[in-house]
């Protein structure tokens, strides 16, 4: 039994459960197995993920991907958050596969995380591949720990967002995005 498989399995112990019941024997197994997908972001490279889809292209208009699923787990209680992201940028003669984008959400969202940091860390990794005029993101998410535990039930929803470059200075810029994102209604 792996140190992780241990862990679970005092876990078990700990809340008063018997490790050995049929139902909880193979648990450890499977936490072990489901927290490697959950945390495989670690071993990811976001920047080289962006880097090799990048071409140059004449284009100066509002690149945005709505509504990109994100499931992320909540470092402060181990508990899941979940919800959308939207992503653009204004790009300066570089851009890059759409799907990049979804990709690179998903590699900063399979670690553990704050909403914050995931805001920022998904715009400065856009910015820093593509140096483009500016970027925009915006995470709409449910926690978990907030939900399951009672805490601020009524306003579940937290919205975070990062405003990197044109999209700081520039209020046109930033209302587009805003009023882009403000269209999805998809919680
Ligand atoms: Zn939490």
């Given at each position: 039994m792996s140190v992780f498989q241990e862990s679970v399995r005092t876990i078990l112990?700990?809340?008063?459960?018997?490790?050995?019941?049929?139902?909880?024997?193979?648990?450890?197994?499977?936490?072990?197995?489901?927290?490697?997908?959950?945390?495989?972001?670690?071993?990811?490279?976001?920047m080289a993920t962006l880097r090799r889809a990048v071409f140059e292209e004449h284009c100066n208009e509002m690149v945005m991907v709505r509504e990109i699923e994100l499931y992320s787990m909540c470092e402060h209680h181990?508990?899941?958050?979940?919800?959308?992201?939207?992503?653009?940028?204004?790009?300066?003669n570089r851009i890059v596969g759409l799907s990049k984008l979804a990709r690179v959400v998903e590699?900063?969202?399979?670690?553990?995380?704050?909403?914050?940091?995931?805001?920022?860390?998904?715009?400065?990794?856009?910015?820093?591949?593509?140096?483009?005029?500016g970027v925009g993101v915006v995470i709409e998410a449910r926690h978990l720990c907030m939900m399951?535990?009672?805490?601020?039930?009524?306003?579940?929803l937290a919205v975070k967002s990062c405003m990197l470059g044109s999209f700081q200075s520039d209020a046109?810029?930033?209302?587009?995005?805003?009023?882009?994102?403000?269209?999805?209604?998809s919680l």
């Open positions: 112990e700990s809340i008063g459960e018997d490790p050995g019941r049929e139902g909880l024997v193979k648990t450890p197994e499977r936490v072990e197995d489901a927290w490697r997908v959950l945390t495989v972001g670690y071993a990811q490279d976001p181990l508990l899941p958050f979940f919800g959308k992201c939207h992503v653009a940028y204004l790009p300066k590699i900063f969202a399979r670690r553990l995380q704050v909403q914050e940091r995931l805001t920022t860390q998904i715009a400065e990794a856009v910015q820093g591949a593509l140096d483009p005029y399951m535990r009672g805490v601020e039930k009524q306003n579940s046109a810029t930033r209302n587009e995005f805003v009023d882009l994102v403000g269209r999805s209604h």
